[in-house]
Each structure stands twice: as C-alpha cells, then as structure tokens.
C-alpha cells in the first residue's frame, strides 16, 4: 500500500519559515518523481515545486521562486520544502505528489502538470499570519 504523510505544517507569522517533509512508503522512493501543489480556501489547486528522481532538477511556481527549496534525501524516502519569507498568501494545506514521469522532456514539460502524478498525501495545514 502506498503512503505518503506531510508534516511540518503550522502556525507562522509573516516573514517566517517552515519546512514541510513528505515521507513515503509501498514504493521505491529513489525511482518516483515529487512535487509539491498547495490549494487555499476557496483556491484551485496550485503547483508549489518539483523536483526529479535524482534531485538534479528542479521546478518553481513563479510565487515561490527564491523562498522555496524543495530537496530530497533518497536515503530517507523523504521529501522536504523549506519555506522561507513566508506570506499570508502562502496560506494553505500543501500536499506531495508522486510518480514516474519518464525521461528528462516528459519532466520538464509535465512536472508542474497534477494530471502527472497518481499518489497523493493527505496534506498539512500551513497558515501565515500578517
């Protein structure tokens, strides 16, 4: 059975950081792309960032870049979003993502895509007060 569990989630004022980790199980961590989406009250579900098999690659929403990191540590089946200078709109639950999107051109094109990935975590609260 597949798992995947966020934590790391909480109650933080503005200009803050946190860091969120994704652990997961009933699968070979090593070999799953991940990602990070985000959805806010009455909010579409929105892309955060990427990150590839290897962790070579990575992708960023534009309202994220250069606060965000997303890393992973394939020794631990463990992915993480370090969130720095946070904002009230950075306010959601934030859920990871996995799967295998192929090679390097599927990624880049379809990294930032939900459709792309099959399993899900059931998600952490961030709220960022102003």
């Known amino acids: 059975q597949v798992q995947l569990v966020e934590s790391g989630g909480g109650l933080v004022q503005a200009g803050g950081s946190l860091r969120l980790s994704c652990t997961t199980s009933?699968?070979?961590?090593?070999?799953?792309?991940m990602v990070w989406f985000r959805r806010a009250v009455g909010a579409e579900r929105e892309f955060v960032a990427a990150?590839?098999?290897?962790?070579?690659?990575?992708k960023y929403s534009e309202s994220t870049k250069g606060r965000f990191t997303i890393s992973r540590d394939n020794a631990k089946s463990t992915l993480y979003l370090q969130m720095n200078g946070l904002k009230p709109e950075d306010s959601a639950v934030y859920y990871c993502?996995?799967?295998?999107?192929?090679?390097?051109?599927?990624?880049?094109?379809?990294?930032?895509?939900?459709?792309?990935?099959?399993?899900w975590g059931q998600g952490t609260q961030v709220t960022v007060s102003s």
């Open positions: 990150i590839d098999r290897p962790g070579t690659r990575t």
């Open positions: 993502g996995a799967d295998r999107l192929g090679n390097t051109e599927r990624w880049n094109r379809y990294a930032n895509n939900p459709e792309s990935y099959m399993y």
């Open positions: 009933g699968r070979t961590f090593s070999r799953d792309d």
